[in-house]
Protein backbone atom coordinates (compact mmCIF):
# COMPACT_ATOMS: atom_id res chain seq x y z
CA UNK A 1 0.00 0.00 0.00
CA UNK A 2 1.08 3.49 -0.81
CA UNK A 3 1.95 5.51 1.93
CA UNK A 4 -0.50 8.70 2.53
CA UNK A 5 1.17 11.92 1.82
CA UNK A 6 2.84 13.56 4.49
CA UNK A 7 3.65 17.18 4.63
CA UNK A 8 5.78 16.95 7.75
CA UNK A 9 8.64 15.67 6.03
CA UNK A 10 8.79 18.58 3.20
CA UNK A 11 10.86 20.48 5.42
CA UNK A 12 13.84 18.12 6.47
CA UNK A 13 13.75 17.12 2.53
CA UNK A 14 14.71 20.65 1.84
CA UNK A 15 16.97 21.11 4.94
CA UNK A 16 21.04 21.67 4.26
CA UNK A 17 22.81 19.34 6.13
CA UNK A 18 26.63 18.69 6.30
CA UNK A 19 26.92 15.84 4.33
CA UNK A 20 29.31 13.19 6.53
CA UNK A 21 30.21 11.22 3.48
CA UNK A 22 33.34 11.72 1.64
CA UNK A 23 32.96 13.75 -1.60
CA UNK A 24 29.51 15.23 -0.58
CA UNK A 25 26.00 14.44 -1.09
CA UNK A 26 25.72 10.87 -2.96
CA UNK A 27 24.08 11.36 -6.57
CA UNK A 28 20.45 10.43 -7.65
CA UNK A 29 18.92 12.90 -5.51
CA UNK A 30 20.21 11.80 -2.35
CA UNK A 31 21.67 13.40 0.76
CA UNK A 32 22.52 13.51 4.16
CA UNK A 33 23.97 15.09 6.95
CA UNK A 34 24.21 15.00 10.97
CA UNK A 35 21.60 17.55 12.80
CA UNK A 36 22.91 18.65 16.05
CA UNK A 37 20.02 20.10 18.92
CA UNK A 38 20.21 22.65 20.78
CA UNK A 39 20.24 21.03 24.17
CA UNK A 40 23.40 19.04 24.22
CA UNK A 41 21.94 16.23 26.63
CA UNK A 42 19.74 15.14 24.04
CA UNK A 43 21.72 13.05 20.88
CA UNK A 44 22.29 14.22 17.80
CA UNK A 45 20.54 13.27 14.37
CA UNK A 46 22.06 11.72 11.45
CA UNK A 47 19.37 13.48 8.16
CA UNK A 48 19.49 11.51 5.34
CA UNK A 49 17.19 12.45 2.25
CA UNK A 50 16.57 10.62 -0.61
CA UNK A 51 14.70 11.36 -4.37
CA UNK A 52 13.97 8.87 -6.78
CA UNK A 53 15.75 5.86 -4.67
CA UNK A 54 13.15 2.52 -5.37
CA UNK A 55 13.70 -0.70 -5.56
CA UNK A 56 11.65 -3.81 -6.15
CA UNK A 57 11.38 -7.55 -4.48
CA UNK A 58 9.49 -10.62 -5.23
CA UNK A 59 6.79 -9.52 -2.54
CA UNK A 60 7.16 -5.59 -3.53
CA UNK A 61 7.42 -5.79 -7.72
CA UNK A 62 6.19 -1.86 -8.16
CA UNK A 63 8.79 0.33 -6.86
CA UNK A 64 9.13 1.06 -3.51
CA UNK A 65 11.30 4.02 -1.41
CA UNK A 66 14.73 2.38 -0.66
CA UNK A 67 14.27 4.08 2.54
CA UNK A 68 11.32 1.50 3.41
CA UNK A 69 13.81 -0.80 3.19
CA UNK A 70 16.20 0.05 4.98
CA UNK A 71 14.15 0.66 7.90
CA UNK A 72 12.94 -3.01 7.56
CA UNK A 73 16.88 -3.83 7.97
CA UNK A 74 17.21 -1.78 11.29
CA UNK A 75 14.05 -3.29 12.71
CA UNK A 76 15.17 -7.04 11.86
CA UNK A 77 18.79 -6.33 12.51
CA UNK A 78 17.68 -5.30 16.07
CA UNK A 79 15.45 -8.39 16.73
CA UNK A 80 18.63 -10.46 16.42
CA UNK A 81 20.59 -8.55 18.99
CA UNK A 82 22.64 -6.53 16.64
CA UNK A 83 23.14 -2.95 17.42
CA UNK A 84 21.82 -0.22 14.80
CA UNK A 85 20.92 2.96 15.25
CA UNK A 86 17.88 4.02 16.43
CA UNK A 87 15.24 5.14 14.13
CA UNK A 88 13.96 8.57 15.26
CA UNK A 89 11.41 9.11 11.91
CA UNK A 90 10.82 7.15 9.01
CA UNK A 91 8.60 8.88 5.72
CA UNK A 92 8.29 8.36 2.23
CA UNK A 93 6.13 10.35 -0.26
CA UNK A 94 5.27 10.98 -3.78
CA UNK A 95 5.75 14.31 -5.36
CA UNK A 96 4.93 14.92 -9.04
CA UNK A 97 5.91 11.54 -9.63
CA UNK A 98 8.95 10.91 -7.74
CA UNK A 99 9.34 8.99 -4.36
CA UNK A 100 11.03 11.33 -1.82
CA UNK A 101 11.73 9.65 1.57
CA UNK A 102 13.20 10.52 4.98
CA UNK A 103 15.38 8.96 7.97
CA UNK A 104 16.05 10.48 10.83
CA UNK A 105 18.10 8.01 13.37
CA UNK A 106 20.30 8.95 16.18
CA UNK A 107 24.36 9.62 15.95
CA UNK A 108 25.83 6.82 17.75
CA UNK A 109 27.69 8.05 20.65
CA UNK A 110 31.57 6.88 21.49
CA UNK A 111 31.47 4.89 18.44
CA UNK A 112 33.30 5.74 15.26
CA UNK A 113 34.10 3.53 12.24
CA UNK A 114 36.30 0.91 11.88
CA UNK A 115 38.59 2.23 9.33
CA UNK A 116 38.94 5.51 11.67
CA UNK A 117 39.21 2.81 14.77
CA UNK A 118 42.11 0.81 13.11
CA UNK A 119 43.85 4.87 12.57
CA UNK A 120 44.17 5.37 15.94
CA UNK A 121 44.66 1.98 17.79
CA UNK A 122 47.82 0.68 19.25
CA UNK A 123 46.58 -1.84 21.62
CA UNK A 124 46.93 -5.71 20.63
CA UNK A 125 44.60 -6.94 22.80
CA UNK A 126 41.72 -4.59 22.49
CA UNK A 127 42.03 -5.12 18.72
CA UNK A 128 41.97 -9.20 18.88
CA UNK A 129 38.62 -8.44 20.70
CA UNK A 130 37.35 -5.67 18.02
CA UNK A 131 37.91 -8.41 15.48
CA UNK A 132 36.15 -11.18 17.58
CA UNK A 133 33.41 -9.02 18.42
CA UNK A 134 33.20 -8.53 14.64
CA UNK A 135 32.83 -12.31 13.51
CA UNK A 136 30.09 -12.98 16.22
CA UNK A 137 27.98 -9.99 14.40
CA UNK A 138 28.08 -10.49 11.10
CA UNK A 139 28.29 -14.70 11.96
CA UNK A 140 24.60 -13.78 13.40
CA UNK A 141 23.80 -12.29 10.48
CA UNK A 142 24.56 -13.89 7.83
CA UNK A 143 23.18 -17.26 9.61
CA UNK A 144 19.82 -15.18 10.28
CA UNK A 145 19.82 -14.86 6.37
CA UNK A 146 21.09 -11.43 6.22
CA UNK A 147 23.13 -9.65 3.74
CA UNK A 148 24.53 -6.62 5.01
CA UNK A 149 25.07 -5.45 1.36
CA UNK A 150 27.66 -2.55 1.59
CA UNK A 151 30.23 -4.05 4.17
CA UNK A 152 32.88 -1.40 3.84
CA UNK A 153 34.89 -0.58 7.40
CA UNK A 154 33.21 2.85 7.05
CA UNK A 155 29.77 1.27 7.46
CA UNK A 156 31.20 -0.63 10.94
CA UNK A 157 30.99 1.32 13.87
CA UNK A 158 32.64 0.19 16.97
CA UNK A 159 33.29 1.67 21.08
CA UNK A 160 36.21 -0.21 22.66
CA UNK A 161 37.53 0.30 25.75
CA UNK A 162 38.96 -1.49 28.78
CA UNK A 163 36.27 -2.56 31.73
CA UNK A 164 36.80 -3.53 35.48
CA UNK A 165 40.14 -5.61 35.43
CA UNK A 166 41.51 -3.91 32.15
CA UNK A 167 39.05 -6.58 30.33
CA UNK A 168 38.65 -5.40 26.83
CA UNK A 169 34.99 -4.23 26.40
CA UNK A 170 33.71 -4.21 22.73
CA UNK A 171 30.19 -3.03 20.94
CA UNK A 172 30.10 -3.25 17.19
CA UNK A 173 27.18 -1.75 15.09
CA UNK A 174 26.30 -1.90 11.79
CA UNK A 175 24.62 1.35 9.37
CA UNK A 176 23.93 2.16 6.65
CA UNK A 177 21.66 -0.30 5.41
CA UNK A 178 20.14 0.51 2.14
CA UNK A 179 21.31 -2.41 0.29
CA UNK A 180 20.70 -4.78 3.14
CA UNK A 181 18.44 -7.35 2.06
CA UNK A 182 17.47 -11.35 3.13
CA UNK A 183 19.28 -14.04 0.58
CA UNK A 184 17.82 -17.03 -0.33
CA UNK A 185 20.77 -18.80 1.13
CA UNK A 186 23.14 -17.60 3.95
CA UNK A 187 25.93 -18.88 2.43
CA UNK A 188 25.50 -16.25 -0.21
CA UNK A 189 24.75 -13.60 2.23
CA UNK A 190 28.46 -14.72 3.76
CA UNK A 191 30.46 -14.44 0.39
CA UNK A 192 29.12 -10.95 -0.41
CA UNK A 193 29.91 -9.06 2.98
CA UNK A 194 33.46 -10.57 3.62
CA UNK A 195 34.55 -10.14 -0.39
CA UNK A 196 33.58 -6.54 0.40
CA UNK A 197 35.09 -6.45 3.28
CA UNK A 198 38.54 -7.91 2.08
CA UNK A 199 38.09 -5.99 -0.56
CA UNK A 200 38.03 -2.30 0.88
CA UNK A 201 39.89 -3.38 4.13
CA UNK A 202 41.81 0.34 4.14
CA UNK A 203 44.32 0.05 6.70
CA UNK A 204 43.37 -3.27 8.45
CA UNK A 205 46.31 -5.43 8.11
CA UNK A 206 46.32 -8.72 6.57
CA UNK A 207 47.16 -10.48 9.77
CA UNK A 208 44.12 -8.91 11.18
CA UNK A 209 42.12 -9.97 8.22
CA UNK A 210 43.16 -13.51 8.94
CA UNK A 211 42.62 -13.49 12.42
CA UNK A 212 38.49 -12.56 11.82
CA UNK A 213 38.40 -15.02 8.85
CA UNK A 214 39.76 -17.37 11.48
CA UNK A 215 37.04 -16.88 14.24
CA UNK A 216 34.83 -16.02 11.34
CA UNK A 217 34.95 -19.55 10.01
CA UNK A 218 34.75 -21.29 13.82
CA UNK A 219 31.44 -19.26 14.41
CA UNK A 220 30.03 -20.42 10.98
CA UNK A 221 30.97 -23.77 12.10
CA UNK A 222 28.82 -24.04 15.36
CA UNK A 223 25.66 -22.60 13.45
CA UNK A 224 23.99 -24.19 10.24
CA UNK A 225 23.44 -22.13 7.33
CA UNK A 226 20.27 -22.05 6.19
CA UNK A 227 17.38 -21.35 2.79
CA UNK A 228 15.58 -18.55 3.70
CA UNK A 229 11.97 -19.77 3.12
CA UNK A 230 9.23 -17.83 0.98
CA UNK A 231 5.95 -18.10 2.83
CA UNK A 232 2.69 -19.29 1.39
CA UNK A 233 1.33 -15.56 2.54
CA UNK A 234 3.89 -13.83 0.38
CA UNK A 235 3.51 -15.87 -2.37
CA UNK A 236 0.04 -15.62 -2.66
CA UNK A 237 0.10 -12.15 -2.35
CA UNK A 238 2.93 -11.41 -4.99
CA UNK A 239 -0.02 -13.85 -7.36
CA UNK A 240 -2.81 -11.68 -6.25
CA UNK A 241 -0.94 -8.26 -7.07
CA UNK A 242 0.55 -9.19 -10.89
CA UNK A 243 -3.29 -10.60 -11.07
CA UNK A 244 -4.61 -7.54 -10.27
CA UNK A 245 -2.94 -5.74 -12.86
CA UNK A 246 -3.73 -8.36 -15.58
Known amino acids: RRPPPNPRIGAPLRAPGSSP ?16 QRDPAHPSLYCKR ?3 YTYRTLSHPFVRPTILR ?35 TEALREFVSLEQWYAGN ?8 VLRRLAATLA ?46 SR ?8 QLTRHRGNMPEADLLFFRRVYRRLLGRGRFSWTAISLKTI ?3 AMRVAGTA
Open 70 to 104: ERRAYRAFSRLGIKTPDIVYCAARQERGRWQALLL
Open 188 to 195: NASRHDLC
Open 236 to 238: LRF
Open 140 to 185: RLHLAGWQHGCGHPKHIFVKAGHGENEAPQVEIALLDLEKSRRRWC
Open 122 to 129: KDEALGKA
Open 50 to 52: QTG
Open 21 to 36: RPGGAPPNGGGGGLLR
